[in-house]
C-alpha cells in the first residue's frame, strides 16, 4: 500500500456484496484514492482503462501507463480497452460546440460506461464503477444515467452509483498523487475540454 498521514477510513459495499468489482478508470490520480478505499474493504478492483475519448493519442498513452505503474504497484490486473478516437468522434458528431457537462459529455459517459458493462459481463464480474465519479468538473447525474443505461443493456450487471467525492477521498486523492508523482492532466481528455481548458 502507499504510505500515508492522512488516510481516511470510508465504510463502502457493492450493491451485491461482491468482493470483486470492475473499475472503469479514466486516470491514476482519480483513481488513486478510491482503489484504496476499495483495498481497505476488502474489494479488489479490475481496473478497466476505456477512454477513447481522450486525445492526442500520446495524452492516452500517458495516462495509461500512469495507471499501470499504480495498478501494478499494488498488485491489481489492469485492462487497456481499444483506443478507437475516430469511433468516439463519430459518437459525438454533431455535439462539438455542446459545453462541458453538456449533452456531449453525458454520451461519452454512456460510451465509456457502455464498454464498461460489456467488458464485466464478459469477465464474470457483475458490478461495475467509475472514477468519473470522482471529478467535481462532471456530473453525477449524467454520470449515473450513463451507468443505469449500461447496466439495463447488459442483464446481469450492476452500476455501482457511488459518489467517490466524499469521506475524504478527494484529499487523501491529493496526498497520494504528491506520493507517487503522478502526471496530473490539465483538461479532461477531449479536444474540445482541451479548448475550454486553453479558453479559461
Not at 454533431?94 to 454520451?107: D, H, I, K, N, S
Not at 444515467?145 to 486523492?173: C, H, K, M, S, V
Amino acid at each position: 500500500m502507499i504510505p500515508n498521514t492522512m488516510k481516511p477510513h470510508l465504510d463502502i459495499a457493492p450493491p451485491d456484496g461482491s468482493r470483486r468489482v470492475v473499475l472503469h478508470t479514466c486516470c491514476a490520480p482519480c483513481s488513486s484514492a478510491i482503489v484504496e478505499c476499495l483495498l481497505d474493504n476488502g474489494i479488489t478492483p479490475l481496473i478497466y482503462y476505456f477512454n477513447p475519448n481522450i486525445y492526442p493519442a500520446e495524452e492516452y498513452l500517458v495516462r495509461r501507463d500512469e495507471c499501470t505503474r499504480y495498478a501494478e504497484r499494488l498488485g491489481l490486473e489492469v485492462v487497456d480497452g481499444d483506443y478507437d478516437h475516430a469511433s468516439w468522434r463519430c459518437g459525438v458528431e454533431g455535439l462539438e460546440c455542446e459545453p462541458e457537462r453538456g449533452v456531449r459529455c453525458a454520451e461519452c459517459f454512456r460510451m465509456r460506461l457502455l464498454a464498461t458493462a460489456r467488458f464485466a459481463a464478459g469477465r464474470g464480474i457483475p458490478v461495475f464503477t467509475t472514477t468519473l465519479a470522482s471529478s467535481r468538473w462532471k456530473s453525477l447525474e449524467q454520470i449515473a444515467e450513463a451507468g443505469r443505461t449500461a447496466a439495463a443493456l447488459w442483464p446481469g450487471t450492476i452500476f455501482w452509483e457511488q459518489n467517490w467525492r466524499r469521506g475524504g477521498l478527494q484529499e487523501r486523492r491529493g496526498e497520494i498523487i504528491r506520493e507517487m508523482n503522478f502526471y496530473n492532466q490539465l483538461y479532461c481528455g477531449c479536444e474540445f475540454s482541451m479548448r475550454a481548458a486553453e479558453n479559461k
